[in-house]
């Protein structure tokens, strides 16, 4: 019977001691799926009426006198680059879009004030973008995807709540040409300025 007895008194302490030791063991080796994750913390987009943050490498003024007729720089020798970001804020005196690409260089550019409406590349079919003005612009040459044909601008139609932009559409991405135009609340002055590290294209308009 007392051999019995410390039989059983071993098995069952046998059997804490393996309990206590595997509890750490599963734990450490349990499968990452499993182990908590930081959640990623987005960058807000300015609150509406704040000035937004200057481009890095912009000295310019922030009163300028700019145009509004053509602004024409053709670079088809380059190879295409690709589109990464588009970027809008309202600074002091005027609203800002930077389009930043992939690379080194920034590629050509055809901007213009257009006459409603301004019409989708591929079909043809009209676009309908609110506002008072329509300011088009061409990169060219150049992709707002990649090669495996994953888009790289998600947001293609955006409305905004600045002074003078007030909606903006991707309407055409296509054989190396992307085109997006601008909704404004009147056809003001703007001006373009190149931006390096990274290369950026800013178009300003003028409040």
């Known amino acids: 019977m007392k ?5 059983l008194l071993a098995t069952c302490c046998v059997a804490a001691l393996s309990c206590e030791y595997r ?9 990452p799926a499993t182990w ?15 000035i937004a943050r200057p481009e890095s490498g912009d000295t310019s003024q922030s009163e300028f006198e700019g145009t509004v007729g053509r602004t024409d720089k053709k670079r088809l020798e380059r190879p295409a680059v690709i589109l990464k970001e588009v970027r809008t804020g309202r600074h002091e005196n005027f609203d800002r879009v930077v389009f930043e690409f992939a690379g080194a260089g920034v590629p050509g550019y055809h901007i213009e004030y257009v006459d ?12 309908q973008v609110a506002g008072n003005g329509l300011l088009a612009i061409q990169l060219k040459p150049a992709h707002a995807h990649t090669e495996a044909g994953e888009v790289t601008i998600r947001d293609r ?4 709540n600045l002074p003078v932009i007030k909606e903006m559409k991707l309407i055409c991405d296509f054989e190396a040409d992307v085109q997006w135009v601008l909704g404004l609340s009147s056809p003001n002055r703007y001006r373009v300025l190149e931006l390096s590290k990274p290369a950026r294209l800013v178009v300003d308009i003028r409040h």
């Open 116 to 127: 409603k409406p301004a019409r989708a590349c591929g079909s043809g079919e009209p676009v």
């Open 3 to 7: 051999l019995a007895r410390s039989i």
């Open 157 to 160: 139609q955006r409305v905004l």
């Open 36 to 50: 908590p994750v930081a959640s990623p913390t987005a960058t807000p987009a300015p609150a509406v009426g704040e």
């Open 23 to 31: 509890d750490p063991i599963q734990r450490e080796t349990a499968s």
